[in-house]
């Protein structure tokens, strides 16, 4: 494709750390990345945050969900109204439940109100198909992560790990022509990352999270905690695999008898071996991990993933991304693949059976 099918997309991703909300603008033609454009931040308010945290867990109907997805739709009515020339826009939601072996996917919001807000058509509900189709229904940014690779003008193995609420992890050989091509990918979520020690320093100490890492730093890892941690069967599960944000509900209470920095330190300790034991699964050797979302900022994590990946560990601003913003920019791009009619998923990023393209659009006055 030519540069002139290239279209100024806008994406927006809440994710499961529910700060608020990201949005970031990227002209595509939903293969290759050829600019990038403005990005903002709404933060939920505390308010709003009670709200959607009451909401977790649950699905469509039950008491909560309505008023989350309310809250959903005016944070980001808000946050991409001060957005100009976009011509489509990736909404991915809220997470409030994800069992797709189960019941299945569940992100709060209508991609519907949006597109008559906004007056854009919006492409949404990017997990349900890949559900359908025996898929994970996540991790959905590893094809943007491809893209990324191609754009920085990667030659050998790399691999991307975001660091969220939850961590997922995508290997790939940019030598290969698309995401989708056997043997390009590999991608999975490899378990809690910083919604724990969110957690931890919400309860003990009405924090938001550990600045920095500064508290971890000054702890003692608990062994048998994180042992204990590491014996926990999604461990063991073959990838492609996918998780909740509330998947480990054991972890809060195995550190309950810890002091605050112990606690702290296990926790992170425990991210830090979650991604080191999934790089155990990677196809081949790779020359880095860069790394993105809010867990780069949090020394005492990166120092933990580095001292265990046998590759040099850097942010993803190394290589000229923006790791705030990723995967705002991921749900942009696969607004476009979606509107091309590109798959966005394939059998070696979420487990679906073939090469899948989610999401449904909804346009204004339909
Ligand atoms: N300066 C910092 N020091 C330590 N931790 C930080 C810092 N900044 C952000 N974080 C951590 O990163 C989290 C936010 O990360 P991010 O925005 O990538 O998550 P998310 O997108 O909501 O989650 P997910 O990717 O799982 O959906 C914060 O809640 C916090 O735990
Ligand atoms: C169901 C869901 O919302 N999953 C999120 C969550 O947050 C991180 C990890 O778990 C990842 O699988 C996914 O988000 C990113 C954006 C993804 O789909 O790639």
Redesign the pocket.
């Known amino acids: 494709m030519a540069r002139t099918d290239a279209v100024w997309a806008l994406g927006a991703?809440?994710?499961?750390?529910?700060?608020g909300v990201d949005g970031a603008m990227i002209l595509t033609d939903g293969e290759r990345i050829f600019d990038f454009g403005h990005t903002a931040y709404r933060a939920y308010s505390e308010a709003e945050r009670e709200v959607i945290r009451a909401a977790l867990g649950r699905w469509p109907g039950e008491v909560g969900v309505e008023a989350a997805a309310e809250v959903v739709e005016t944070a980001h009515a808000a946050l991409l109204a001060l957005f100009r020339g976009a011509e489509l826009v990736g909404f991915h939601g809220q997470t409030l439940a994800h069992d797709p072996d189960g019941q299945g996917t569940h992100q709060a919001g209508s991609g519907a109100v949006l597109a008559e807000v906004l007056g854009l058509p919006v492409v949404w509900d990017f997990r349900s198909a890949d559900v359908g189709m025996g898929g994970q229904g996540a991790p959905l940014a590893p094809f943007y992560h491809f893209a990324c690779a191609k754009w920085i003008g990667a030659q050998a193995p790399l691999a991307f790990v975001?660091?969220?609420?939850?961590s997922n992890l995508t290997w790939l050989d940019p030598s290969r022509p698309a995401p989708e091509t056997p043997g390009a990918c590999l991608a999975f979520d490899t378990g809690p990352?910083?919604a724990p020690?969110?957690d931890l320093m919400r309860a003990r100490l009405g924090l938001?999270?550990?600045?920095?890492?500064a508290l971890a730093a000054e702890g003692r890892v608990d062994a048998a905690v994180l042992d204990a941690f590491l014996t926990h069967p999604y461990f063991f599960r073959m990838p492609p695999k996918s998780l909740d944000r509330n998947d480990f509900p054991g972890l809060p209470k195995a550190v309950a008898g810890l002091s605050d920095a112990d606690a702290a330190a296990t926790l992170t300790a425990a991210a830090a071996a979650s991604v080191i034991r999934g790089a155990e699964h990677f196809p081949a050797p790779v020359e880095r991990l860069l790394v993105t979302?809010?867990?780069r900022?949090?020394r005492t994590l990166m120092a933990m993933i580095a001292q265990g990946m046998g590759c040099p560990v850097q942010p993803v601003e190394a290589v000229g991304l923006d790791g705030?913003m990723l995967?705002a920019q991921a749900f942009a791009y696969l607004a476009v693949r979606v509107a091309r009619g590109l798959p966005t998923s394939c059998p070696a990023t979420t487990g679906a059976r073939v090469a899948v393209g989610g999401g449904q659009i909804s346009r204004p006055d339909a």
């Open positions: 991703m809440s994710g499961t750390s529910l700060d975001n660091l969220g609420g939850v990352a910083n020690v969110n938001d999270h550990d600045e920095g890492g979302g809010g867990g900022h949090n705030d995967e």
